[in-house]
């Protein structure tokens, strides 16, 4: 069974910076791509980035291009993402997943999720 788990939100100022990790608990974690999520209250949950299998490629939602990167260490099992410039609109829960093919910024296309970090932006 594979776990995710999420760890580094918390309470930042508006254009301040947190950086969020993603630990996976089984091997052949450079197998698969992985993204992060987000879900706002009463609001769905959205893609925000997404990282290819060794690394050398990324994808970004348009809302946080430039502020935000994602990253990951194959050798740690561990998926990162350094948040720049947080905007208090960027508060929500954020979740790591494992995608098991298709399209990437859809979430029903992971198949394995955290348990959510959430992360608070104050104005």
């Known amino acids: 069974q594979v776990q995710l788990v999420e760890s580094g939100g918390g309470l930042v100022q508006a254009g301040g910076s947190l950086t969020l990790s993603c630990a996976a608990s089984?091997?052949?974690?450079?197998?698969?791509?992985l993204g992060w999520f987000r879900q706002a209250p009463g609001k769905e949950r959205e893609f925000v980035a997404t990282?290819?299998?060794?690394?050398?490629?990324?994808y970004y939602a348009d809302s946080v291009k430039g502020r935000f990167t994602i990253s990951r260490d194959n050798a740690k099992n561990t998926v990162y993402l350094q948040m720049n410039s947080l905007k208090p609109e960027d508060t929500a829960v954020y979740y790591c997943?494992?995608?098991?093919?298709?399209?990437?910024?859809?979430?029903?296309?992971?198949?394995?999720w955290g348990q959510g970090t959430q992360v608070t932006v104050s104005s």
């Open positions: 997943a494992r995608s098991g093919g298709g399209e990437i910024t859809s979430s029903g296309s992971y198949n394995y």
């Open positions: 089984v091997g052949g974690f450079s197998t698969y791509n």
């Open positions: 990282i290819s299998r060794y690394g050398a490629s990324t």
